[in-house]
Every structure is written in C-alpha cells, then in structure tokens.
C-alpha cells in the first residue's frame, strides 16, 4: 500500500470514528426516521467512495463536507428510486464549504445533531437495552464486536437486538424535534450511560493495538460537557461522570511503556500523572456532591480520585476503596463490580481471601466469558505465590482477550511464570 493510499485510508478511519454519527444524525433528522437504514447504509457508501477515488487524486480541503455531499445527493436519489416521496433538486444542500467540528454555540447546545440523536435513540418504547445499543452502533461508531465488549454480550445477540431496535424506533417513527424538558431528563440516565460506555471504549479498547482512542474519550467529554452546559443536564451525576472521566485521562500516559508495552498500576510512574486534569476532575466532583444525589457515576470517580491521590501503590488508601466497593455492589449490584471489588479486598483482607471470594464469583457463571475474570485470578494466585496455578489462570484468559497489547501484556506473564 502506497503512502497516499494509507493516509487517505487514516483519513477515512478517522471520518468513521469521529463523523460518521453525526452525518447520520443529520441525514435522518433531515428525512424522518423510517429512513434510518438506509441513511446508515449511503454514509458508508460514501466513506468507501473516498477511500477508491482519494489515493489517486487530492483530498478535499473538507473531506467531512465531501462525504456529507455524496452521502446526501445518493440518499435523494434512493428516496427517488422507491418513490417515497418527490425531492427536488433543491433538496441537495451541498456542504463542501460546511464544517463539521466539535465546537458549537453554547447557547443552542441540544441543536447540536449528535447530542440529539443520542435522546431519539434512547426513547421510551425501546427498552433500555436496546437505546444503549442503537445509540453507540447508529451514533457513536462502535461495531457491533466492540459493544459486545461494552455489555458483555455475545455478538450474536448484539446483532439481533440491534436489528430489533432499528426496526423498533422506525415502527416508532420517532419525532426528531426535542421532547419537552421533563421527557429529556427521563431519558438522561440512559443518555448518561451510553456516553459512559463511549468513554470506556476509547479509555481501555477492547479490540485493535491500542490502550488508549482518545478521540472516543474526547467525544464523550464533548457530549457530556453540552449536557453540563444544558439546565436540564447539570445534575450532579452528570458531574460526577465528567469527574470520573478526567481522573483517567489523569493517568492515561503512564499507562504504556515507551516500548509500548502496558504497564501495571502498581509499577506506573505517578510523577507523570497531569495534575492539571487532577484539578479539573475534583472541580467536577466537587460539583457532584452539592446536593445528597449520589449515583454510579459519583462512586466510581470517588474510588478514581483515592488513586490519583495515592503517592504510591502502597500509599493508597485501599480500605476506603474497598469500602467504596462495598456500597457499589450493595447500590449498584453486578458481577463485574463484585469481580474489581476483589483488587482492594486482596490488599485489604489479604490474597487468600480474595480468591476464596473469587471462586463464589466463578461459580455463578456469569463471567466465566470474561477474560478479566482469569486476569484477576492469575494476579491474586501469583501475587500467593502459586506460579503454576497463577499461569494455568492467565492461559485460560489470554485466549479471551481481543485487544493485542492486552494479549501481549498477559502472554508476557504467562514467559515470566513458565521460568519459575
């Protein structure tokens, strides 16, 4: 592959990542909802245009705008062959000189088209489900591998549920103008979720070679401070959440090695921790807790926040963590929650007790596709000094594992115990 096809390739990828959403958003609020399949399917056209016609020419001083262009003259042309209804040629609104960049009035915050569409999808005859998963495949990109991930799901039954929300939200022929303040504080819990489950994907991914997508990060701020800026939005669990997300944007760089290998919490170099981000993230939650409101969202950043303030491993005060955890499973119960609560409780009450916990988590089931569930337990049977049964655990989970850096950071484990 030549340089010009791969920088046209990077420039399209990072249309998809960054773009493709909103253009989406923008054509179905432009033709109404029925024709949502069909708005997704003319984007993709277009970005595959692009990648054909770009390596052996110029790429458009607006690459957005020229994808947005063909995307929307294709869809009239469609909507003309299935004789839906009469487009004129005034219809094709040609966006070459158009921008499509992050900043927007704030004084007109839910006119941005993304945001939206966020509340279309998470409406009230889908149920919960379902909004999260039309929301992150329809608007934020994700695929259907990745929001598998998110909700620890077959790809199988992702599939088919989004398959079912798409139909369901075109039976419901949503109405594209905002519901009334009240309906769009209804649907923020589940608006709230999703830019938390964007958040998570760009901060550790689930598939590819990297650990870190920081523009998934940056579109989940993005979204998440329009909310803030919305009367309706600046609740104190939407605060919370932007706390959470800038405690770990805090540590993001000292995550990876310049080798780019992963590195532990415990060995990361604390000192090139942005303390800058660290400030911001205790405005927020400083934020968060006017008000005796406290969510998911404000236990999490809280447990982020006693890392950040740890001057080492050793240092951090993990009986409030685990504390934290504690109220987590008892508020916010789930197999996952149980699963991380064991980190704190292994420095707490020690590793045996830690794996005698695991061990009931294991036997519900439940996570027994999770390969965070043998990670775990490799961790808490090395660190008692059990290297076989330690690299037994890690080898079972290493084959779960879908991001390469991941793999590579286990598999290094798996060498390091094989020699003991």
């Known amino acids: 592959m030549n340089s010009s096809s791969t920088s046209s390739k990077t420039i399209v990828d ?59 003259n294709q869809m009239i042309d469609q909507l003309r062959r299935m004789n839906k209804q009469e487009y004129t040629e005034d219809s094709i609104i040609d966006l070459q000189e158009s921008s499509f960049e992050a900043d927007i009035n704030p004084d007109d915050v839910l006119k941005d088209e993304l945001l939206k569409m966020l509340f279309v999808c998470c409406h009230p005859q889908l149920n919960i489900e379902y909004q999260i998963i039309l929301a992150l495949k329809v608007l934020c990109g994700l695929g259907i591998r990745e929001i598998s991930a998110c909700l620890l799901k077959s790809e199988a039954a992702v599939a088919k549920s989004y398959t079912r929300a798409r139909h369901k939200l075109i039976e ?19 608006v709230l979720k999703v830019i938390y489950l964007l958040f998570n994907e760009g901060y550790k991914p689930s598939h590819g070679k990297k650990i870190l997508n920081v523009d998934l990060c940056i579109e989940a701020l993005r979204l998440n401070r329009l909310l803030l800026e919305a009367d309706f939005g600046n609740l104190p669990e939407t605060n919370a959440l932007e706390a959470l997300m800038y405690f770990h944007l805090a540590r993001s760089k000292s995550r990876m090695s310049e080798g780019g290998f992963i590195i532990s919490l415990e060995d990361q170099d604390r000192s090139t921790w942005d303390q800058e981000l660290i400030r911001t993230g205790h405005y927020f939650l400083n934020r968060a807790v006017e008000e005796p409101v406290y969510s998911e969202y404000h236990i999490q950043a809280a447990i982020s926040s006693l890392h950040c303030a740890a001057k080492s491993f050793k240092e951090t005060n993990w009986k409030e963590i685990l504390s934290l955890y504690d ?55 090395e660190k008692s000094k059990k290297p076989k049964q330690a690299r037994e655990a890690y080898c079972a989970g290493v084959d779960l594992v879908e991001n390469e850096k991941e793999r590579e950071y286990i598999a290094q ?8």
Not at 413 to 420: C, P, S, V
């Open 413 to 420: 484990k798996i060498e390091a115990l094989t020699k003991k």
């Open 14 to 72: 990072n249309l998809f990542r960054n773009e493709y959403g909103k253009m989406v958003s923008l054509l179905v609020s432009k033709y109404g909802a029925p024709h949502l399949t069909l708005a997704e399917d003319v984007v993709q056209d277009a970005m595959y245009k692009a990648m054909q016609i770009w390596p052996y020419g110029e790429v458009p001083s607006n690459p957005a705008g020229w994808i947005y262009r063909v995307a929307n």
């Open 172 to 190: 419901a022929n949503a109405d594209f103008e905002l519901p009334p303040t009240d309906e769009l504080k209804d649907r923020l819990s589940v």
């Open 327 to 381: 109220a987590m499973v008892l508020r916010y119960p789930s197999a996952v929650a149980q699963l991380n609560r064991l980190v704190p409780l292994a420095q707490v009450e020690g590793y045996d007790i830690a794996m005698r916990e695991l061990k009931k988590n294991e036997k519900t089931g439940f996570l027994s596709n999770y390969y965070l569930l043998y990670i775990i337990k490799g961790h808490l049977l």
